[in-house]
């Protein structure tokens, strides 16, 4: 069986390369994400569910332009079946070329093999000014 510090790098990998169907491979079919924010950010909310996912992923890739810029992991904390991913996040937004530099942390849940919940914990504030 794959360590959870395993599994979530996978599940971030996929991410980074567009690979949704290998993401949603490596979570329950009832995963929850939790991105909070402000009403600005067509991506805020809770997302639960493949169908949920997709929805979500479409709605960043409208509106965020990773250009010169990206996601970053850059350390993983592992407590038993939580897995916590600092990271940096750069990227502008489409609609007002406006541009972030934040850092996140990323705190996963897995059960049985699978990404149960992921929370997001980051400057939304400084995201949403961007739009």
Not at 43 to 54: C, L, M, R
Not at 86 to 98: H, P, Q, V
């Amino acid at each position: 069986m794959i360590n959870n510090k395993a599994l979530i790098r996978r599940w971030l990998k996929a991410l980074q390369s567009g690979n949704i169907e290998s993401l949603i491979a490596l979570q329950s079919k009832d995963c929850t994400w939790k991105f909070p924010g402000s009403k600005k950010l067509p991506w805020a909310g809770k997302w639960v569910g493949i169908e949920k996912h997709k929805k979500f992923l479409g709605r960043v890739g409208d509106s965020v332009d990773f250009t010169g810029g990206g996601i970053e992991f850059n350390e993983f904390i592992v407590d038993g079946t939580r897995v916590s991913v600092l990271g940096n996040e750069i990227a502008r937004s489409k609609s007002k070329k406006k541009r972030w530099n934040v850092t996140f942390v990323w705190v996963f849940t897995v059960k049985r093999g699978k990404i149960v919940s992921l929370e997001a914990y980051e400057d939304t504030e400084t995201i949403a000014a961007c739009y």
